[in-house]
């Protein structure tokens, strides 16, 4: 099974900053990588597949990268909206999440 | 707009059973793989089983290997996870999603997600 480890696991940071989560697969996923943002008692929603594409209605402030293990999510800008807990997922076998990275606004 | 609506959570004593329902508007559910998609209170998620567009396939997560069956009903728009032998290790949130595909790729992700079915198996 390929496990998925973020980190770090939780963040505080302030309006403006910029913010990184990094997500690290346990084997080769290619660009199978996937980033998901969950707010508080609702249903995650889809931000970024196949590593760096923004889905549709997303701000551009968001974005994607990495290769074979090691991605990353980035928020240039961080806004009061951006709250929650971000979640990667690999689709290269199976799928499997990230444990989730809490961001909170300082 | 595309939804899917989850049913049939509720309290539940170990060793039991339950059935989850998804129910689907806004696009042609036939034409879609779909998946089941737990979450623990307070903690991350786990991708619990899937099964192809005509039925056909299906897979399992390890933990519910052997004890949840997925299954489609394409006439009727709805998605089922029937869950027996439940533990209390299977207390969740049980989401449904639809799964998306880069046209002429292999790429996959999760869009949209039901609103959400809580599920707890407690004595």
């Known amino acids: 099974d390929i496990q998925m480890t973020q980190s770090p696991s939780s963040l505080s940071a302030s309006i403006g900053d910029r913010v990184t989560i990094t997500c690290r697969a346990s084997?080769?996923?290619?660009?199978?990588l996937n980033w998901y943002q969950q707010k508080p008692g609702k249903a995650p929603k889809v931000l970024i597949y196949a590593t760096s594409t923004l889905q549709s209605g997303v701000p551009s402030r968001f974005s994607g990268s990495g290769s074979g293990t090691d991605f990353t999510l980035t928020i240039s800008s961080l806004q009061p909206e951006d709250f929650g807990t971000y979640y990667c997922?690999?689709?290269?076998?199976?799928?499997?999440f990230g444990q989730g990275t809490k961001v909170e606004i300082k | 707009q595309e939804q899917l609506v989850e049913s049939g959570g509720g309290v539940v004593k170990p060793g039991r059973s339950l059935r989850l329902s998804c129910a689907a508007s806004g696009f042609t559910f036939a034409n879609y793989a779909m998946h089941w998609v737990r979450q623990a209170p307070g903690k991350g998620l786990e991708w619990v089983a899937v099964i192809w567009s005509d039925g056909n396939n299906k897979y399992y997560g390890d933990s519910v290997k052997g004890r949840f069956t997925i299954s489609r009903d394409n006439s009727q728009n709805t998605m089922y996870l029937q869950m027996n032998s439940l533990r209390v290790e299977d207390t969740a949130v049980y989401y449904c999603?639809?799964?998306?595909?880069?046209?002429?790729?292999?790429?996959?992700?999760?869009?949209?997600w039901g609103q959400g079915t809580l599920v707890t198996v407690s004595s």
């Open positions: 999603a639809r799964e998306m595909v880069v046209e002429g790729a292999t790429h996959n992700w999760f869009d949209p």
């Open positions: 997922q690999q689709t290269y076998t199976f799928w499997t």
């Open positions: 084997q080769r996923i290619y660009s199978y």
